[in-house]
């Protein structure tokens, strides 16, 4: 009786494992769960190896490829319009600038350019005779070189 205390963990833990495992003549699937899987597992097959599956899987995917390429070039064309109209708009921009500078370094037509600016600008008002009734009168801001 003067075993090791290690020795008995071990029997002990041997105990356990075996009582867990199921013994020599009990099944732990019956014959019709078995023979379902089987059943399922050679439809599946018989279906995978079928000359229509292939032919329907090779359409998917020229389709998808299709659609992938004319996603992308569709994507590509709008990105493409868009960096044009940007530099379309920075060229407007960059010569309205430049026809802006040249404008303003002339003398006579400084003053002309100016009246133009604050005409645009103070448009709005004038039309507001139109719809509002109101009345604005911009002769008194006339500069007194005229």
């Known amino acids: 009786m003067n075993t090791p205390i290690v020795k008995q963990n071990q029997d002990s833990d041997s105990d356990l494992i075996k009582s867990s495992q199921p013994k020599d003549h009990q099944l732990i699937f019956d014959n019709?769960?078995?023979?379902?899987?089987?059943?399922?597992?050679?439809?599946?097959w018989n279906t995978l190896s079928e000359k229509d599956t292939a032919i329907t899987y090779k359409q998917f995917l020229i389709i998808s490829w299709k659609l992938l390429v004319q996603t992308i070039t569709l994507i590509f064309s709008l990105l493409m319009l868009l960096v044009?109209?940007?530099?379309?708009?920075?060229?407007?921009?960059?010569?309205?600038?430049?026809?802006?500078?040249?404008?303003?370094?002339?003398e006579t037509l400084r003053k002309k350019a100016w009246e133009d600016i604050l005409k645009l600008l103070l448009w709005p008002f004038k039309c507001s005779k139109n719809y509002l009734g109101w009345e604005f009168s911009f002769d008194e801001c006339k500069t007194s070189e005229e």
């Open 32 to 44: 019709k769960s078995i023979q379902a899987i089987q059943d399922h597992a050679t439809e599946l």
């Open 84 to 106: 044009a109209i940007i530099i379309w708009l920075w060229s407007i921009g960059f010569q309205l600038g430049q026809y802006f500078v040249e404008l303003l370094a002339s």
